[in-house]
């Protein structure tokens, strides 16, 4: 995994250049096949799995982006969601949409009836392109104007723009389109003035997409899966069943819950999602998320509170509790507030860096206990063991912590980068490696697993000071 750096052009904008996110991409690619002593003749398939509603657009013809990536923790549509947000024609479609939902039962009008926009969503960011960049607005007349979140863009690229295409599990991740329906959404692009004809077709995400230009690996490669990065996630932790709960903990934090055949449709704090489509097979998720995971502590790390990540657990567990200090995240985009302010509170002279370290982690575990309890509340299945994964399951002190307040067992895997196992056994399903899934249950290794050790209401009294300090860092 190799990072590729944000740009920040203004406050509060986010992006990524287009070229070096390719030839970063293409890099990994070679750097991988050698490191692992092969040759690209060997390569049966590739498998791509890749950051959501992160999107670009370009044009047709020419293959010219109109724009760099711009990235989902970007805030230039603050302004467009929050009066979108309070605009009366909102409240006329969530009107109309409860008094549908009332007469037919039909979970497809619920979402609709409490739709609020969020700057993490593509739309409102898509729709200020077409409001702002007049290149991009003037091709979308001419049918010229081609939009691709991150996995359409290398697709393009790889191809050298004979495949223009995109998956379901990455298309339900923008928020512009209809997880009940399986296609773009008209009602709400005719809304945000985004026009229909610039969206790429949606495919399956075990499927050959076509193979890479011989000119980029000195061989044509096969390309047999396009998947999201938390949904590939899911699917790398073999979360193949209804009830299955995936936790991954990286830059942010993602809640995953396999609700099979049934679309549970979008509830506050809850997102549906495809997870994947396999042929017949269409499997949903619901989706709880949370900013700030792993880039908090990075950022700890950044201004030395801490030399070295995995002495994290050992300062917190240095100390009997937090002093009351609490660490309210925000560095982010959070999905209800995008004015969230990043804050420690409750400091004393008494205070150490120590407590600071403590708070930060402490953080983590309250907010995965928040999410769990609405899962609970709103998925209406029997929640299985929690899996988790990413950068931060690492941090036994976050792990145990989290298990004790939800009173559950979480499994930790041998090998935390699910994202990029889960694309790897997508694409060998659809090259033929593997024959089912049940052989890739078989792969799974679980390195260690957390068990409830203390009550959860022993930590009460911590978390109520800290839901006290979230309280007072919102609308910043």
């Keep these: 995994h190799e990072q590729v750096e944000s740009l920040y052009p203004r406050p509060g904008w986010v992006e990524l250049d287009p070229e070096v996110l390719w030839s970063q991409f293409v890099g990994v690619i070679k750097e991988a096949v050698q490191a692992a002593g092969l040759h690209m003749r060997q390569i049966a398939g590739l498998g791509i799995s890749t950051q959501r509603s992160t999107f670009i657009t370009w044009h047709k013809r020419t293959g010219k982006p109109f724009h760099n990536f711009i990235s989902w923790q970007d805030l230039r549509s603050a302004e467009l969601v929050n009066s979108w947000n309070k605009s009366l024609l909102l409240k006329v479609i969530h009107v109309i949409f409860t008094v549908l939902h009332f007469l037919t039962g039909n979970d497809r009008y619920l979402a609709p009836s409490f739709l609020t926009f969020s700057t993490q969503q593509t739309s409102m960011k898509l729709s200020w392109v077409f409001k702002n960049i007049h290149e991009a607005e003037e091709a979308a007349k001419k049918n010229n104007c081609c939009f691709g979140t991150v996995d359409t863009w290398l697709l393009y690229r790889l191809t050298k723009g004979s495949v223009y295409a995109t998956d379901y599990s990455n298309a339900s991740a923008t928020g512009i389109f209809e997880p009940f329906m399986k296609c773009w959404n008209p009602t709400l692009c005719y809304l945000l003035s985004i026009p229909m004809s610039i969206y790429p077709p949606v495919k399956d995400t075990s499927f050959n997409f076509g193979s890479a230009d011989s000119e980029i690996f000195g061989i044509p490669i096969p390309i047999m899966a396009v998947v999201a990065d938390q949904q590939s996630a899911m699917f790398g932790e073999c979360c193949f069943h209804p009830g299955d709960v995936k936790l991954t903990m990286g830059t942010g934090g993602f809640w995953n819950v396999n609700t099979g055949e049934h679309l549970f449709a979008s509830q506050r704090s809850l997102y549906p999602l495809i997870g994947w489509k396999i042929g017949e097979e269409v499997v949903y998720l619901t989706e709880g998320c949370m900013s700030d995971v792993g880039s908090a502590i990075k950022w700890a790390q950044d201004i030395n509170l801490f030399t070295n990540v995995d002495e994290t657990e050992k300062i917190a567990r240095s100390i009997v509790d937090s002093q009351g200090v609490c660490f309210v995240p925000g560095f982010q985009v959070s999905v209800n507030d ?112 957390f068990e409830p050790q203390k009550d959860s209401e022993e930590y009460r009294p911590a978390m109520d000071t800290w839901l006290q300090a979230m309280k007072c860092s919102l609308h910043w």
Aim: charged share 25%; glycine share 6%.
């Design 338 to 449: 995008p004015y969230l302010c990043a804050s420690f509170m409750g400091l004393k002279p008494s205070t150490t860096r120590n407590h600071l370290v403590r708070a930060i982690l402490e953080s983590i575990a309250f907010r995965n206990k928040q999410l769990y309890d609405i899962i609970v509340k709103k998925v209406r299945i029997p929640l299985q063991t929690v899996r988790a994964d990413g950068g931060v399951s690492n941090n036994s002190f976050v792990m145990q912590m989290t298990s004790d307040l939800i009173n559950k067992k979480i499994e930790k895997p041998a090998n935390t980068d699910m994202s990029s196992l889960g694309a790897a056994f997508l694409a060998g399903l659809a090259s033929g490696f593997w024959t089912d899934k049940e052989q890739l249950k078989k792969l799974r290794r679980i390195e260690a697993v």
